[in-house]
């Protein structure tokens, strides 16, 4: 589930998004003189989310409205897309991911970049960001520390050495202790590694009502949009959440599940322990993995799968029985 | 192992356990005149662990001596359990979870619970609960919490930003950095889920002497009981152990393997890393469990198990041949 | 990879190690009348990293010039190994995990120790030990803790709640909040298990500039010698890294994957989430393991592998389709 928020109040910017300076800094040569080289854009957005008035990071091509985003600027490597945009402000780049990286480094202020700045007051035994807002009815308890931008809703518990960073919390959630909530995601090119190198990550978590999560989890925030987790929800503990993962409501994961990036799963959703994810997935509504599962493919709602890689159950037992046997002839 | 102690050190009581006053907050229709409304309890039991004085949640009927609980209230959803219950005080309901999760919320504080409340003071650089009992030949480091009720023995060493509540340790307990002892058990109602509905945690940790405890692990505490880990057990980093876990002594646990609820495991227990075990299992004294193994069966004692679903190793490594050797044809 | 460190910055000297306080510690029947008693030794050195003017705990037989070790102690539970070393410091033990234990414990201090000692100073809602060394130009978040004798390099990031002991750091690296590096590896003698007879780890972490390591990961330091980090690696939430672990430059470890003890990685490797590796294994450089694998042996350059025991990956689909096909029989 994609939702809207203000990036700036969590990654401040570091200077205006003008067209002429992206093209300096990425030192493009421009062949589309059509260019407005003066336009002033507000934000960066991916494909999967376009708006208008920003960078839109733009590689698959979609079947789009363009005329939305006139007073964009779309950037891509796919020459096919390239041609397509007739009469948009657009560049080509070589490499997308690397295009990316440069432009936000420049740009956009990040908790994995050194010029990132936030501000603490020690209040009750936490360090709490003077530029979060937390409802006076939630708890927050020892050792946590609220980062700049993060909203937390009514009678929210917080527990112990809880990091809460980049995340719009709604009401009644509990976070427990050691948890890392907002943290980066996994995002790098497999060409460059390295700390210098890694590619920004400048989306939030968001957290509908009533979600509880375990001890010791980690959801990173989403890459440009965000990571969702659906209302009364409950996640057991060192579960581990990749970015743009979105969950939707009344998930039960048990513990030690790890879900890769950008899957997107339906509501009413059952893991169970040490499961893992495949990113990029589909899951339907009403899908039960069983526990230790391995699931690389997307799954029709209303499927029970188990095993690795995970199939439907009955299938996967049959199996088991047939290998046992095989065994012992 | 079952222990004993007293919850009101850890779970501060609202109210006291009248039974009239627990019958008018379940909006309970009384038909058992024999009732003994004005009995005052003093504490909650499970069905396993059964107590005089207390409410006592009974499901699954057992071969009690019940003139031992005549001063106790049952409450159970099992028609054949509550017919067969005498002259006690007893109270038939539609769902026991439920049932459980509003009385408890209702007349004992917990830590999932707003309502819950604890007094920290800043020592040697950790919050120490002034309703803890540490001996004062044991060191905690950093960024530590150490909540109401918990006792530390003597000569223990608690690592930095450990989370430790709701337990009691033995003496020379080694806690590793980042670990959370004491948090909440996963336990939900699958048809009615979410933070608000979270069945509530009531019990405790119980670690025994020279345990070792690796870094950011985490133990949950008893449902109603307690969780337990026996003596000269040595646990690896990253492992999940859930409520009512309870493992005996000497055993040796390697990284990121867990352990669901209320598994019961026997004395000098070795388990290879990343296993995971079903809940409910009772597993002998002498079993080894070899690394990347998922438990879904009781094992007996001296067993030694690999694989998912986990068998008799031997039979196991033929099986990986023999699909090995299919694999080629 | 093997790096040089000064022992002594982490775990302070209790007293010097002078041979016959060691014999007599022992309490070793001498029947080599060669040793030089009074030899004072500088450190404590293994058998695959020997050192002169060190105590060498030496049981593999090593093709070593064994000259260069002239002015060292070998203690060795090989009778082979003492037998062949002609004019040496020589001791023969019965159990050559035991006497480490015995020796360490006296004469060296360590964080599993009530004796270790740190002082640290509150720095920027943090505590700093006294006796590290930070470059003024990486930052460091809240709540973290910082241990004597760590070094960190120029422009690092270590986020919050981190816990960076026995290490030192290079440059731009970045660590994610909750993580704990140079912990305790899982030293431990079966036969003797329990937190007062664990086996001293008195060895650091070493990590090259440019790595990052995600959030709530452990990488436990080298028993004697140093676990390793290459360049430019980047490392995914909640992976562990079990002591005496050296991985190349370039490597791209994704979530929750666990490496067991004393595993050497080559250049350029890339896991999956959730992989395992049993320890001592010899990994090539430009190896691929897809999620989940469970890697039991050593693995070639270049070679792409999957699966529990993992094996080539072609190898293994091909076995999966086969499964299923016969599931279906």
Known sequence: MLVDFNRYLFFPKKKSLIIKDIIIHLGSIIKNKSLNFDLILNDISSSKNPKNNSIIFFNEYQNLNFDNYKKSLFITSNQETYNS????????????????????????SHDDDLSYKDEF??????????????????????????GRGVKIGKNCIIKNNVILKNSIVGDNVIICDNSTIGCSGFGFNLKNLGSKNIIPQIGIVYIEDNVHIGSNCTIDRGRIDNTYLGKNSVIDNMVHIAHNVSIGCN???????????????????????????????????????????GVTKNIQSKSTVAGFPATDINQWKKQIIKNRKNGYK
Do not use: P, R
Request: charged share 10%.
């Open 121 to 146: 007051e020690l209040i009750n035994n936490s360090y709490i960001s003077k530029y979060s807002n937390i409802h006076n009815s939630s708890n927050i308890a020892n050792n946590c520390v609220i």
């Open 85 to 108: 945009l007739k009469n948009f402000n657009k560049i080509f780049v070589k490499n997308l991911d690397d295009s990316y990286t440069k432009i936000i480094n420049n740009f956009i």
């Open 251 to 293: 998930a039960c994961i048990a513990a030690q599940t790890g879900i890769s990036g950008s899957t997107v799963i339906g509501d009413n959703f059952i893991s169970g322990g040490q499961s893992g994810f495949a990113g990029h997935l589909i899951i339907g509504d009403n899908v039960i993995v069983a526990a230790k599962s």
